[in-house]
C-alpha cells in the first residue's frame, strides 16, 4: 500500500527503506510515535531504566555508558564506575571533585546557568537541585539577599573538593 511523506507518494519498500529506523533500544523498525535521545531514536514504550525498567517518559532521565537510567540507579552507576555528572563518561587519570552530591571531572564542573567553571577548588558552589550553580547567578536568581543567605546558611553553598581515592567515596573507614 502506498505511504503518504512530506506530501510525496511511495511505495511501501522505498517508504521503509528511506524513513523507517530501528529502535536504539529493541532494534525493531519504529513505525509509530518515536522519541530521540542522544541522536538515537526510540520506541516510547522502549524509554525505560536499563536495571528497573521503569518507564522514562516524562521522568528524569539519564544516560551512562551508553544506557538509559533513572535517577536512582544513574546516581549509583556514576559513584560505582566514577562517572562524570557533567558528561557521563568515566572519570580517570585524575581526582573527582565532588560536588553537589556527584562526581564530577573539574572541567565539567561549571555553572549550570552561565558555564562559569566551577572546578578550581576555592569557587563556591550552590546546590540548586542537584545543578552546580555559581553564587552570582543565585544571587540573580533569588528575589532579595535574605533569602540567598539562607541558603548560604544552611550550607547549600559548598566548595567542590578532590574526592580522597583511599576512600572511594563511600566516606570513612580504614584498613582491611
Given at each position: 500500500?502506498?505511504?503518504?511523506?512530506?506530501?510525496?507518494?511511495?511505495?511501501?519498500?522505498?517508504?521503509?527503506a528511506?524513513?523507517?529506523?530501528?529502535?536504539?533500544?529493541?532494534?525493531?523498525?519504529?513505525?509509530?510515535?518515536?522519541?530521540?535521545?542522544?541522536?538515537?531514536?526510540?520506541?516510547?514504550?522502549?524509554?525505560?531504566?536499563?536495571?528497573?525498567?521503569?518507564?522514562?517518559?516524562?521522568?528524569?532521565?539519564?544516560?551512562?555508558?551508553?544506557?538509559?537510567?533513572?535517577?536512582?540507579?544513574?546516581?549509583?552507576?556514576?559513584?560505582?564506575?566514577?562517572?562524570?555528572?557533567?558528561?557521563?563518561?568515566?572519570?580517570?587519570?585524575e581526582?573527582?571533585?565532588?560536588?553537589?552530591?556527584?562526581?564530577?571531572?573539574?572541567?565539567?564542573?561549571?555553572?549550570?546557568?552561565c558555564s562559569r567553571?566551577l572546578?578550581?577548588?576555592?569557587t563556591?558552589?550552590?546546590?540548586?537541585?542537584?545543578?552546580?550553580?555559581?553564587?552570582?547567578?543565585?544571587?540573580?536568581?533569588?528575589?532579595?539577599?535574605?533569602h540567598?543567605?539562607?541558603?548560604?546558611?544552611?550550607?547549600?553553598?559548598?566548595?567542590?573538593?578532590?574526592?580522597?581515592?583511599?576512600?572511594?567515596g563511600?566516606?570513612?573507614?580504614?584498613?582491611?
Amino acid at each position: 500500500s502506498p505511504q503518504m511523506h512530506d506530501g510525496r507518494l511511495y511505495c511501501l519498500e522505498h517508504f521503509e527503506a528511506r524513513f523507517l529506523r530501528p529502535c536504539a533500544a529493541c532494534g525493531q523498525e519504529i513505525r509509530d510515535a518515536a522519541k530521540e535521545i542522544n541522536g538515537k531514536q526510540y520506541h516510547m514504550n522502549c524509554i525505560r531504566c536499563a536495571v528497573c525498567s521503569v518507564d522514562l517518559n516524562g521522568a528524569a532521565l539519564f544516560i551512562a555508558d551508553g544506557r538509559m537510567l533513572c535517577t536512582e540507579h544513574h546516581r549509583e552507576a556514576v559513584e560505582s564506575a566514577k562517572l562524570c555528572a557533567g558528561c557521563g563518561e568515566r572519570i580517570e587519570g585524575e581526582a573527582p571533585m565532588r560536588a553537589v552530591g556527584r562526581l564530577w571531572h573539574s572541567r565539567c564542573l561549571k555553572c549550570h546557568s552561565c558555564s562559569r567553571f566551577l572546578g578550581d577548588g576555592h569557587t563556591p558552589i550552590i546546590d540548586d537541585n542537584g545543578k552546580p550553580q555559581c553564587e552570582t547567578c543565585l544571587r540573580q536568581a533569588v528575589e532579595d539577599d535574605a533569602h540567598f543567605t539562607s541558603i548560604v546558611a544552611r550550607g547549600e553553598a559548598l566548595m567542590a573538593v578532590p574526592e580522597d581515592p583511599e576512600e572511594g567515596g563511600g566516606g570513612g573507614g580504614g584498613g582491611g
